[in-house]
């Protein structure tokens, strides 16, 4: 699943999150390949799965 690094960083924000936003925002590239990039985004803290759910109709393919 793709999906854009703004849509990573929004969660985070949203959860207040905001270090992780920055080190999502400086650490991941602008489109993000949940696969791919699954362990970095497990340190962030952001489930790929949940995303689904949160983003909903805003994901790219």
Not at 47 to 54: A, E, F, S, T, W
Request: glycine share 12%; hydrophobic share 35%.
């Amino acid at each position: 699943m793709q999906i854009e690094k703004a849509k990573i960083v929004e969660l985070l924000r949203s959860r207040g999150d905001n270090a992780l936003a920055q080190q999502a925002d400086k650490s991941l590239p602008p489109q993000i390949d949940t696969d791919q990039h699954a362990e970095q985004l497990a340190k962030l803290g952001v489930n790929p799965q949940d995303l689904l759910g949160k983003l909903g109709g805003g994901l790219g393919h």
